[in-house]
Nanobody, 122 residues
Framework: QVQLVESGGGLVQAGGSLRLSCAAS????????MSWYRRAPGKQRELVARLTNGGSTNYADSVRGRFTISRDNPKNMVYLQMNSLKPEDTAVYSCNALIRTTGQQIGPNEYWGPGTQVTVSS
């Protein structure tokens, strides 16, 4: 069993910063790609940032240059540093990871955290 838990969300003024964290726990053998997604009210979920275990990154055009994804492999954690926040960044941010568990023959499987609310006031 694997769990992802996000933290670090909250209310911030436009122009401010927040740092989101996501901790993966359980019977983890290997973690491959780790990503952050977000879903704003009335909109579809979108990819914010992705980081492979090889170090390659992808960012949504709307956040490139303002957000930075990073990971701490020994701790099974991924972070999202969000700077110069805008009201349009308001959303529920969810952590996503591709994980192979101990004893798993075929994989990896995809896991999601419950999400953390980020609200940016103007």
């Amino acid at each position: 069993q694997v769990q992802l838990v996000e933290s670090g969300g909250g209310l911030v003024q436009a122009g401010g910063s927040l740092r989101l964290s996501c901790a993966a726990s359980g019977s983890i053998l290997s973690i491959y790609t780790m990503s952050w997604y977000r879903r704003a009210p009335g909109k579809q979920r979108e990819l914010v940032a992705r980081l492979t275990n090889g170090g390659s990154t992808n960012y949504a055009d709307s956040v490139r240059g303002r957000f930075t994804i990073s990971r701490d492999n020994p701790k099974n954690m991924v972070y999202l540093q969000m700077n110069s926040l805008k009201p349009e960044d308001t959303a529920v941010y969810s952590c996503n990871a591709l994980i192979r568990t101990t004893g798993q023959q075929i994989g990896p499987n995809e896991y999601w955290g419950p999400g953390t609310q980020v609200t940016v006031s103007s």
